[in-house]
T-cell receptor, first 113, second 117 residues
Framework: EAEVAQSPRYKITEKSQAVAFWCDPISGHATLYWYRQILGQGPELLVQFQDESVVDDSQLPKDRFSAERLKGVDSTLKIQPAELGDSAMYLC???????????FGSGTRLTVV | AQKVTQAQTEISVVEKEDVTLDCVYE???????LFWYKQPPSGELVFLIR??????QNEISGRYSWNFQKSTSSFNFTITASQVVDSAVYFCALSEAISFGNEKLTFGTGTRLTIIP
């Protein structure tokens, strides 16, 4: 079964350091999403790509977060500098079209110390 | 704005009991999709079901069943004869079309289900 690949699985970083997460969507899925899940809450959308273009980044804290999907395939989410409140699970998802084939990766669990 | 409410924060039942997880949603869209996901301790979100707003038929998949009622804006999830492996956090979600072919999921806060052996 096709999967959304994410790495690293776990990341511990110190406050004010830079950190990056990688996501490889299911082959053929043009839409890619980054969600953040704070402990005890549901995931919330940070940014969405259609191919290499950003469709929605209204909830992305742009002063410290950036996301790119240069060739319209895999994507990188970066935080610089990391803050304690960024500790969360970062989930990547991809979809074939709209709500169809919406699949999540295993996530990256970030701890900022 | 779309909203999903899962009023049950935590539920504990003894193994083999039936359990129902509630989900109430708000949307002004006439076309929408509802989802249920399971999140085990490992953290990944496991897809359980997707239902579109025009299909109010209840669905059964093994021990799982879903009751969709547009009149009450609810999409409840029942596990029959619960097992320890069902212990997880369960999320209900609603899709919102950002643009054609692009959907954003709005999640509820989840219900932590514990099955006691």
């Amino acid at each position: 079964e096709a999967e959304v690949a994410q790495s690293p699985r776990y990341k511990i970083t110190e406050k004010s350091q830079a950190v990056a997460f990688w996501c490889d969507p299911i082959s053929g899925h043009a839409t890619l999403y980054w969600y953040r899940q704070i402990l005890g809450q549901g995931p919330e959308l940070l940014v969405q790509f259609q191919d290499e273009s950003v469709v929605d980044d209204s909830q992305l804290p742009k002063d410290r977060f950036s996301a790119e999907r240069l060739k319209g395939v895999d994507s990188t989410l970066k935080i610089q500098p990391a803050e304690l409140g960024d500790s969360a699970m970062y989930l990547c998802a991809s979809s074939l079209q709209g709500p169809y084939g919406y699949t999540f990766g295993s996530g990256t669990r970030l701890t900022v110390v | 704005a779309q909203k999903v409410t899962q009023a049950q924060t935590e539920i504990s039942v003894v193994e083999k009991e039936d359990v129902t997880l509630d989900c109430v949603y708000e949307t002004r869209d006439t076309t929408y999709y509802l989802f249920w996901y399971k999140q085990p301790p490992s953290g990944e979100l496991v897809f359980l079901i997707r239902r579109n707003s025009f299909d109010e038929q209840n669905e059964i998949s093994g021990r799982y069943s879903w009751n969709f009622q547009k009149s009450t804006s609810s999409f409840n999830f029942t596990i029959t004869a619960s097992q320890v492996v069902d212990s997880a956090v369960y999320f209900c979600a609603l899709s919102e079309a950002i643009s054609f072919g692009n959907e954003k999921l709005t999640f509820g806060t989840g219900t932590r289900l514990t099955i006691i052996p």
